[in-house]
């Protein structure tokens, strides 16, 4: 069984900074793809950034690229994301999810567990 639990979630002003982790039980880590989703009141969860299992390739969706950075550590089992020049429109529940392939897709289907959010409020 898989557990994926996020933290670093918070309130920060416009233009602030934060950094997410996922961290994840387990001893095949290393061998899937991963990713970072958020959803905000009202609206359908989202893909935010993708990583490979290897870290070797990413991905962005263009309202966050330049702003945020996806990267894993193999040997600590986890995932982070870091969130710069954050912006309102950024406030979600962000979701840290495995997906059940070693190379990342766009498809929230593929993604077969999934942690319990945390929450990001991001002040005008």
């Known amino acids: 069984q898989v557990q994926l639990v996020e933290s670093g979630g918070g309130l920060v002003q416009a233009g602030g900074s934060l950094r997410l982790s996922c961290a994840a039980s387990?001893?095949?880590?290393?061998?899937?793809?991963m990713a970072w989703f958020r959803q905000a009141p009202g609206k359908e969860r989202e893909l935010v950034a993708a990583?490979?299992?290897?870290?070797?390739?990413?991905y962005y969706a263009d309202s966050v690229k330049g702003r945020f950075t996806i990267s894993r550590d193999n040997a600590r089992n986890t995932m982070y994301l870091q969130m710069n020049s954050l912006k309102p429109e950024d406030t979600a529940v962000y979701y840290c999810?495995?997906?059940?392939?070693?190379?990342?897709?766009?498809?929230?289907?593929?993604?077969?567990?999934w942690g319990q959010g945390t929450q990001v409020t991001v002040s005008s």
């Open positions: 999810a495995r997906n059940g392939v070693s190379f990342y897709t766009t498809r929230r289907y593929d993604y077969d567990y």
């Open positions: 387990g001893r095949t880590f290393n061998s899937y793809a």
């Open positions: 990583i490979s299992w290897s870290g070797g390739s990413t």
